[in-house]
């Protein structure tokens, strides 16, 4: 007769299951990213910011897996900005990435001086700071020969921004997972962008790596960003599927269907006599805003 097995092994054997799912996830969202938008080739050197925080932490973890099993030969740099925020603990990043044998580049600059000195009491530093960690880091790139820099930004900061760009700027406007930056000569690409933030926060949690929070400075984050990711968090909880829906319309434009002028020529339009394949139903109903909202993906996409 077999012993009843412990309640605490069965948890621990579910947990196991769970994290395990949940690396496999990310692993695979990561790759099928990076294959999509051809963010890495043959003989690449990325430079990986890390932060500290959650989500660059798990980019060069799920970096690190993808590069031993990648049919391509790459390499990775990880690059820390010691901004010398009051309280940043300087020997933790160092330490945590000498522990996983990856090469990095502390590098040491006094932004929060500057930001400080600069940006009136009570207002947020974070564009400043933004703009100024932005020179530095393509900077360092090109000291460091990277020909590719990985940025941790995720699903959510990518449907974040498309919806304050909607809501108050009036355009449509992500975050795109792979562009050329803005001096125009380095490639940013963003791995995790196909990646849930609530699963890079468990797979943080698990792997317990050691977070430095960004906002030490004192900063509050947007008060217009914190106001989209609370109506994300609520549609995500009563409209199950929405969120899924919203994000994946990002891959799936129909200039013909939209207002652009640049990008359709409504002008030169003419009637050709023959059936066009996606040609607009007019008055009929859309059968695919008249069909039942499709349940949530549970491994998108
Ligand atoms: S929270 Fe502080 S460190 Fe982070 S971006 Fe804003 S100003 Fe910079």
Redesign the pocket.
Known sequence: MSAIEPPATRREEKLAYERNKLHKRLLRQAGQAIADFGMIEAGDRVMVCLSGGKDSHALLDLLITLRSRAPVAFDLVAVNLD?K?PGFPADVLPRYLASRGVPFHVENQDTYSI?TRVIPQGRT??SL??RLRRGILYRVADELGATKIALGHHRDDILETFFLNLFFGGKLEAMPPKLVSDDGRHIVIRPLAYAKEEDLAGFAQWREFPIIP????G?QENLKRREIKQLLRDWERRFPGRVENAFAALGRLTPSHLMDRERFDFAGLRATGEPMPGGDIAFDADPALDAPVRPPDRDPP
């Open positions: 901004q925020q930001v530093l974070c700071c933004s960004c906002n030490l400075c900063s």
